[in-house]
């Protein structure tokens, strides 16, 4: 039924069963993976993410200081999606599944589904954070956008945190 899957992949506790999910479903189908990390905002390590629990912001926009830094968290930030991607498509080769990967910065939800309609995915797997309704008013969802904008079908693999 499903013979491209892409799997949406960040650094949320919910992103291990994400993959496991799309794992089993590409194992059942024969179907091959392409896991999508996006560089985002939104995504707790991210140089730009800012916790709920901070009052305020320490760090002064145009210090070259701060832009050093800034660089240094971006690497980092980068580096380990990369280094997460690989573990991930090594598991999938174990397991005798083709795949393969992208990391890309922008907006996740519309990446998510620039991408799958680039590939030409059958089924999209994303995670939901759980976030209450007034988060989600205010900071969107990215499982809603993908599944009202998606080219295909998407399976969403719900939070238990």
């Given at each position: ?18 993959f ?27 140089p ?99 599944l ?12 238990y945190?």
């Amino acid at each position: 039924m499903f013979q491209k899957i892409l799997v949406a992949i960040d650094h949320s506790v919910t992103s291990q069963a994400v993959f496991e999910q799309a794992l089993s479903l590409a194992k059942q189908n024969q179907a091959s993976l392409m896991l999508l990390h996006v560089l985002s905002g939104d995504e707790e390590n991210s140089p730009w993410w800012i916790p709920t629990n901070v009052d305020s912001i320490d760090w002064e926009v145009g210090a070259e200081t701060d832009l050093d830094n800034w660089r240094r968290q971006w690497n980092t930030y980068e580096q380990e999606g990369i280094a997460k991607l690989r573990n991930l498509i090594a598991e999938a080769h174990r397991a005798g599944i083709k795949a393969e990967f992208r990391q890309i910065a922008g907006s996740p939800g519309r990446n998510i589904c620039r991408l799958a309609w680039s590939w030409q995915a059958d089924l999209i797997v994303v995670g939901n954070r759980g976030r209450s309704r007034v988060g989600e008013l205010f900071l969107g969802s990215v499982s809603n956008y993908v599944l009202h904008h998606a080219p295909c079908s998407v399976l969403t693999v719900k939070a238990y945190v």
